[in-house]
T-cell receptor, first 114, second 110 residues
Framework: DSGVTQTPKHLITATGQRVTLRCSPR?????VYWYQQSLDQGLQFLIQ???????AKGNILERFSAQQFPDLHSELNLSSLELGDSALYFC?????????????FGQGTRLTVV | QQQVKQSPQSLIVQKGGISIINCAYE??????FPWYQQFPGKGPALLIA?????SEKKEGRFTISFNKSAKQFSLHIMDSQPGDSATYFC?????????FGKGTLLTVNP
């Protein structure tokens, strides 16, 4: 168990809908990262937050947004969902955002858009 | 643009054999190179990592070899065991962002 908690584990929703994925980082970790994993694209970095502030942005669509709250948990909001958004979404956390800081991954949320 | 290229896509090894997975990168700004192991239904877990000022790092049966001039690094799993069967990802870090290779599905036959 990595100590990173993601909810829900599975989510099935229809196209056009909006969903929220939740992540609780390990105790003491200030950084949260979101990744999307699909068969064709592999693990893609979406966005990183550090202590409530956005620090780095990757291949995140405009339909997606995220935030990190004062208690350090994070939410990833996906809207106007399309079939192609079906994927595993991982959250990871680390003590800080510095190089050499190990990132611990949660078990992921499997999103299926039908 | 894929910045970290990983090969092979899949690998079958007999128990006790050596598993070798290779990665190549383009961006010389990368400064941290971890390997992750992922079992079905689980998130990736850090296996071993190396910085570019080191040419080799060994932890138990796992060794990373790093060639800075060639911009290549590889994972060697000695005495491979069926329990090592998983997907392995190389990654490279720059500015807080981890870029992953596409993964290698390793199967170790008993």
């Amino acid at each position: 168990d990595s100590g990173v908690t993601q909810t829900p584990k599975h989510l099935i929703t229809a196209t056009g809908q909006r969903v929220t994925l939740r992540c609780s980082p390990r105790s003491g970790d200030l950084s949260v990262y979101w990744y999307q994993q699909s068969l064709d694209q592999g693990l893609q970095f979406l966005i990183q937050y550090y202590n409530g502030e956005e620090r780095a942005k990757g291949n995140i669509l405009e339909r997606f947004s995220a935030q990190q709250f004062p208690d350090l948990h994070s939410e990833l909001n996906l809207s106007s969902l399309e079939l192609g958004d079906s994927a595993l979404y991982f959250c990871a956390s680390s003590v800080a955002g510095a190089v050499n800081t190990e990132a611990f991954f949660g078990q992921g949320t499997r999103l299926t858009v039908v | 643009q894929q910045q970290v290229k990983q090969s092979p896509q899949s690998l079958i090894v007999q128990k006790g054999g050596i598993s070798i997975i290779n990665c190549a990168y383009e961006n010389t700004a990368f400064d941290y190179f971890p390997w992750y192991q992922q079992f079905p239904g689980k998130g990736p877990a850090l296996l071993i990592a190396i910085r570019p000022d080191v040419s080799e790092k060994k932890e138990g049966r796992f060794t990373i070899s790093f060639n800075k001039s060639a911009k290549q690094f590889s994972l060697h799993i000695m005495d491979s065991q069926p329990g090592d069967s998983a997907t392995y990802f190389c990654a490279a870090k720059n500015n807080y962002k981890l870029t992953f290779g596409k993964g290698t599905l390793l199967t170790v036959n008993p």
